[in-house]
């Protein structure tokens, strides 16, 4: 692979390349463009500090000036990098990967060998017969989609070990989940080209990408809290559909009511709503499910906060997935404080565990009869 590498001192460009990569630097952005016309490279990789003009000058012809087919690697400074991710969204300019200016550069080297490839990823690893199921997760707010995420999808894990299972955090206003699991190193918004069609993104091995958790190998956690395009959810949800059985996303608050989320409800396999066992929260979601069910999309409702012995009562036309009772404040701050997953303690919360044990009893049904 040829690589055209823009940086202002040629000596370092070996400490944030891949090992057995070769590159010719440009030490200049005038000669960037000189050598992009020479070499024709199959890659490029810029540092935005080599540029004094603004990003809205600069990056558009540099993108012009490579074919379209060519990926371009952004290494932005922390001044910069707001403003390129702008740039790029306002522009539509494609093919372009920009990385974190957090990265150190052993992170910067392993990114870009993930993004052209340098790092093995055998087919037949992850390609799977059948195709998984997806669940969108939603709610009004404070319903427990987090604590459920960090818990459920490891008893699922444990209970059917020959499947695979990933949890994608696409909440933008309050991603917990990847605070939680500190997934700020495993975003899918890094390889947002590889979205532009469902069969590039089929290509890349996304179990690289995502974070494997510590408690089950077959459990995956990636950060996807982004501004996606509807398009881009659906090619999202038809890449991971092919490497992994159980899809779960949690897209937070189901408002505002955006073209994604809207592709979502319609793209997803079962969508939950996670309500709290409260007359109000109960009223809200049976409007909010009837109002959609009226578009052609069927919701559960996911009750959640129930005390022991509370009464409730949901609409006679409204699908019931699961409950899950009340875990005290103090019980989930010290879990949040500790990092500690609940079903993993040594004394969990037995009514909350077997709650989702019982969901897992269901989903093996489920499973059992859309692969039958």
């Not at 890449?239 to 793209?267: H, K, N, S």
């Not at 499910?289 to 009464?311: A, N, T, Y």
Request: hydrophobic share 40%; proline share 5%; charged share 20%.
């Amino acid at each position: 692979m040829k690589i055209l590498v823009c940086y202002p001192m040629k000596s370092l460009v070996k400490t944030y390349m891949p090992a057995s990569s070769e590159a010719l630097v440009a030490e200049s952005s005038e000669d960037f463009q000189r050598l992009v016309y020479l070499y024709q490279p199959d890659s490029a990789v810029i540092f935005s500090e080599m540029f004094t003009t603004p990003a809205w000058v600069w990056l558009p012809s540099v993108r012009s000036s490579l074919p379209k087919q060519v990926p371009l690697i952004i290494v932005p400074l922390y001044k910069d990098e707001s403003i390129i991710k702008q740039v790029i969204e306002e522009l539509l300019l494609e093919g372009i990967y920009l990385l974190s200016a957090q990265l150190s550069q052993e992170e910067i080297r392993s990114q870009i060998s993930l993004i052209l490839g340098f790092i093995e990823e055998t087919v037949g690893h992850w390609e799977r017969k059948s195709e998984g199921l997806v669940y969108s997760l939603l709610s009004y707010g404070a319903a427990g989609i987090t604590t459920f995420c960090i818990n459920y999808p490891i008893l699922l894990a444990k209970q059917h070990p020959d499947r695979s299972i990933v949890v994608l955090d696409m909440n933008r206003a309050k991603p917990d989940l990847t605070r939680f699991f500190k997934l700020q190193h495993n975003q899918l918004a890094l390889f947002r080209p590889d979205f532009l069609d469902v069969h590039t993104a089929a290509k890349r091995n996304w179990r690289s990408i995502c974070k494997q958790s510590i408690h089950r190998p077959n459990l995956y956690y990636a950060h996807a809290a982004s501004l996606w395009k509807s398009w881009e959810i659906t090619n999202i949800i038809a890449a991971f559909r092919m490497q992994f059985d159980y899809v779960y996303i949690d897209w937070g608050y189901c408002f505002p009511e955006t073209e994604a989320m809207q592709r979502l409800l319609f793209t997803a396999d079962r969508n939950l709503l996670f309500v709290r066992a409260d007359p109000f929260s109960i009223e809200s979601s049976n409007e909010w499910i009837r109002f959609w069910r009226e578009k052609g999309v069927q919701c559960e409702v996911m009750l959640s906060h129930l005390d022991q012995g509370q009464p409730y009562r949901i609409g006679e036309d409204i699908a019931l997935y699961g409950i899950v009772p009340r875990i005290s404040e103090s019980r989930l701050m010290e879990s949040q404080r500790s990092n500690s997953v609940l079903v993993e303690e040594f004394f969990p919360p037995k009514l909350y565990i077997s709650s989702l044990r019982e969901i897992v009893k269901a989903e093996y049904g489920v499973r059992k009869a859309v692969s039958g």
